[in-house]
């Protein structure tokens, strides 16, 4: 069995084909794998560390503004997606033969998908957000099978039939640790404990107003917090600290550049703070925690706020968009959530239930199901 993946843009898109292709290799050692991204692409990075053969193609998304350097940027990317990406696509699939493509998303996916369907290869693509990006708008009445992460996706596609609900695969199984012991781990008090972050880089607006949500922790009893200010924002962060008047507290109070163990952090906390990215939301649930989502408001097509919407729907999660964000607001909604345990409960039974096991076996066999497990042999 050969199979190509294509994938880029983001780890919420390479990450969900890598965990795909693990299983696949698990479960069927003999299976080819190519990946197929851009070559400078976050892809080319992490599918090589992975071990998998890459190939890279030169291709862009378009632009959605209409300033003279996006249209010049778009004109190369039409040039791209209709002549050369297309050539270049066609070439590697017919080299390489495969029985099956399998897209994650990025505009990586409908350049690749786009070319199996019209040579006559079997098609599956995963959807990781709760609003669908453009690649899997235009794949849904072409693809063999159309897999989602979440029910709320369904309704945003024109065709539905080919859909299956299969949650985000994770490439590897969160170790799920009691609370008091994750917290032991991390060397902190077994107490109330709240975890913040905005992303790899940050997030400035959620960093500011995290500092005078500390300052409230502070004053009203022993509570840990552990938050991630990014690469960006230390100098932000330490400034705000200060502001605030938050004073050193060892004991109760963690803070880094980049969290490296944030599984151990999500288990021990009682509540997190963060931006709503696919994965994070899969982590969430995974994991059984409430959440207040700040969305990051320039995700494309705004899915980080439909991602949210899936958990504040199911009374899982808090949202606060950004251009709401604001320190009073979040000293606000967290203080509410602080003062009444039973809601907080209820919000982490409910992340709970929305949890989707085993997603890469699920996968596995929708794909195996279509190919045939003959295919694999």
């Known amino acids: 069995m050969k199979v190509i993946f294509a994938a880029g843009g983001t780890a919420g898109h390479i990450n969900p084909a890598l965990a795909i292709a693990d299983k696949m290799k698990q479960v069927f050692p003999e299976t080819e794998i190519l990946f197929i991204g851009t070559p400078n692409g976050m892809e080319s990075r992490l599918v090589t560390k992975a071990g998998y053969n890459f190939k890279g193609v030169e291709m862009s998304g378009f632009q959605r503004d209409f300033s003279p350097k996006s249209v010049l940027r778009n004109v190369k990317a039409a040039y791209c997606y209709l002549v050369s990406a297309k050539l270049a696509v066609r070439k590697i699939i017919k080299e390489f033969k495969p029985d099956l493509a399998v897209g994650t998303g990025g505009y990586v996916t409908g350049t690749v998908l786009r070319q199996a369907v019209a040579l006559g290869i079997k098609t599956v693509t995963h959807e990781s957000n709760s609003y669908p990006g453009a690649a899997t708008k235009l794949l849904s009445d072409k693809a063999d099978k159309v897999l989602l992460a ?3 996706a369904k309704k945003y596609l024109k065709d539905e039939s080919r859909c299956v609900v299969t949650g985000n695969p994770l490439r590897t199984n969160i170790p799920i640790e009691e609370r008091s012991a994750a917290r032991k781990r991390l060397g902190i008090p077994d107490c109330f404990t709240v975890l913040s972050f905005g992303g790899s880089l940050g997030a400035n607006k959620i960093t500011s107003a995290v500092a005078e949500l500390i300052a409230w922790e502070q004053k009203t009893g022993e509570i840990n917090h552990i938050h991630a200010y990014g690469g960006k924002n230390k100098d932000l962060f330490l400034s705000a600290l200060k502001e605030a008047n938050v004073r050193e507290d060892k004991r109760h109070l963690i803070f880094k550049e980049y969290i490296d163990n944030m599984y151990t952090c999500m288990c021990a906390a009682d509540l997190i703070i963060s931006r709503a990215g696919a994965m994070t939301i899969t982590e969430l649930t995974e994991i059984g925690r409430p959440s207040v989502l700040v969305p990051y408001p320039a995700a494309a097509e705004n899915h980080q706020y439909y991602n949210a919407m899936t958990l504040v729907n199911e009374n899982a999660a808090v949202l ?6 604001t320190k009073a607001k979040l000293v ?8 009444d345990r039973g809601r907080l409960r209820l919000m982490e039974e409910n992340a709970g239930k929305m949890r ?22």
């Open 332 to 339: 606000d909604e967290v203080s509410k959530l602080y003062a």
């Open 356 to 377: 989707k096991a085993n997603a890469a076996d699920i996968i596995l066999k929708e794909i195996v199901e279509l190919c045939g497990e003959d295919s694999f042999k």
């Open 150 to 152: 979440t029910e709320d």
């Open 320 to 325: 606060i968009e950004d251009k709401n964000l």
